[in-house]
């Protein structure tokens, strides 16, 4: 008995670790963080156009690491890691 108890313990204790994620794609990342306010397309909804032409392309990357990491206007900060971050942005940029 005390050996069942044990391993369910071991298995509870494994499922709720709290391990994060990472995400492994600039576009897994954009769908699920960014596409509802900037579009799938970038073209923008609530959140300004990302399109080549847009103000926001013209950017330097410092620009769009800050703007993702600390948010910017209505736009909330993002929790990503520095890896989530840098996919991110070059999948936006590989779209022009």
Same mark, same amino acid.
């Given at each position: 008995?005390?050996?069942?108890?044990?391993?369910?313990?071991?298995?509870?204790?494994?499922?709720?670790?709290?391990? /994060?994620?990472?995400? =492994?794609? +600039?576009?897994?990342?954009?769908?699920?963080?960014?596409?509802?306010?900037?579009?799938? !397309? $970038?073209?923008?909804?609530?959140?300004?156009?990302?399109?080549?032409?847009?103000?926001?392309?013209?950017?330097?990357?410092?620009?769009? /690491?800050?703007?993702? =990491?600390? +948010?910017?206007?209505?736009?909330?900060?993002?929790?990503?890691?520095?890896?989530?971050? !840098? $996919?991110?942005?070059?999948?936006?940029?590989?779209?022009?």
């Amino acid at each position: 008995m005390k050996k069942i108890i044990f391993l369910l313990f071991g298995i509870f204790i494994s499922c709720s670790s709290g391990e /994060v994620v990472e995400l =492994t794609s +600039g576009e897994e990342i954009y769908t699920s963080r960014c596409s509802a306010c900037h579009g799938s !397309d $970038l073209s923008g909804r609530v959140g300004p156009s990302l399109k080549a032409d847009s103000k926001a392309a013209q950017m330097s990357d410092s620009y769009w /690491v800050q703007t993702i =990491t600390k +948010g910017m206007g209505s736009m909330p900060a993002q929790r990503l890691s520095d890896n989530e971050v !840098d $996919l991110v942005i070059e999948y936006i940029k590989s779209q022009y």
